[in-house]
């Protein structure tokens, strides 16, 4: 298999990689369990996971199936620090109206708690690697960086990196760690697929020119890139859009639906599943670290798995280009980010 090394770093990882956003929320805890032993009997050796991820479930999934299997040295755990509340004892109900100070974000008080709390939570006495969620502008980046750098010095993380940033903020941030010797930032985690091209414009230049993995997520476009759509408004259960709420039901547009549409036909006449042309697209692109595959079955995984042998010959990348143009997009996967201000159209 062709492992990947991950920026500049050392390290080396599967071409296609596990994202566990499902895990206990959508995938139950034994089918998740399942899907992540049979990713490592493939081979796939980065497990991507989130303190925001079910409230916490999906990492404590992940670490009792690594303790229990005894296969956490066959496995780099990426994970990302964001807002936890109810992994604090903050509910989310109606009876608390407003998150409290400090249970959230960039700081370095936020940061280094978050990261105890995945240890424990991952069962693990170190994280390979952990990721900054997003990118806020009201939290310095130099106080980020410094409390990722003490983090890795004293053996907690192994490296840092972030998600979802905009090109110049992570410009910033290699700039800091070049002139100040804060931990530099090794990868950058967005979302990338056909109908989001808009990260080939300014962080893939930006990954390719100074060394930085890229990891994509929702590489399916939550779907509309293997038909699970027939039009806008309406969301089939099961799908992101309607299980999860407005901000993924806004990514669903009706010319995204159409172009998937027409995306299917093309992999199957090129002898695929529309899921697997879709990741082999992703994987394949320049400056692409790994495309980070959400599966809510073992059925899932194993048509998945045959990717990471296959290329993505010349005619089936020019046809990708002919349906959405390199560079521009049909759906916004940013509109998550809070710094991306454009919309669709």
Known sequence: ????????????????????????????????????????????????????????????????????????????????????????????????????????????????????????????????????????????????????????????????????????????????????????????????????????????PLAIEHGVGVLAWSPLAHGMLVGAYQRAGEYPKGTRARDRGAFYAGRITAEGIEIGKAFCDLARLAGMSPAQLAVLWCKDQPGITAPLIGVGSVAHLNDLIPVMEMRLDDTLRAACDDLVAPGTHVANFLNTSGWMKTSVG
């Open 1 to 204: 298999m062709d492992y990947r090394y991950l920026g500049r770093t050392g390290v080396q990882v599967s071409p296609i990689c596990l994202g566990s956003d499902d895990f206990g929320d959508g995938t139950p805890p034994a089918v998740a369990k399942q899907i992540i032993l049979g990713a490592l009997d493939a081979g796939i050796n980065l497990i991507d996971t989130g303190n925001l991820y079910a409230g916490g479930e999906s990492e404590k999934i992940i670490g009792e199936t690594l303790a229990e299997s005894g296969r956490r040295h066959e496995v780099l755990i990426s994970t990302k620090i964001d807002h936890a509340p109810r992994r604090i004892g903050v509910s989310l109900d109606h009876h608390v109206p407003y998150l409290p100070p400090n249970v959230q974000g960039n700081s370095r008080h936020n940061i280094i708690r978050a990261c105890e709390l995945s240890l424990r939570d991952l069962k693990t006495d170190y994280i390979d690697l952990l990721q900054v969620h997003r990118y806020y502008p009201h939290y310095h980046i130099e106080e980020t960086l410094g409390a990722l750098t003490d983090l890795v010095r004293q053996g907690k993380i192994r490296y840092a990196g972030c998600s979802t940033f905009p090109a110049w903020k992570l410009m910033h941030a290699l700039m800091l760690s070049e002139m100040k010797q804060y931990v530099r930032l090794v990868n950058e985690e967005s979302p990338y697929n056909l109908l989001d091209r808009r990260l080939e414009n300014e962080v893939i």
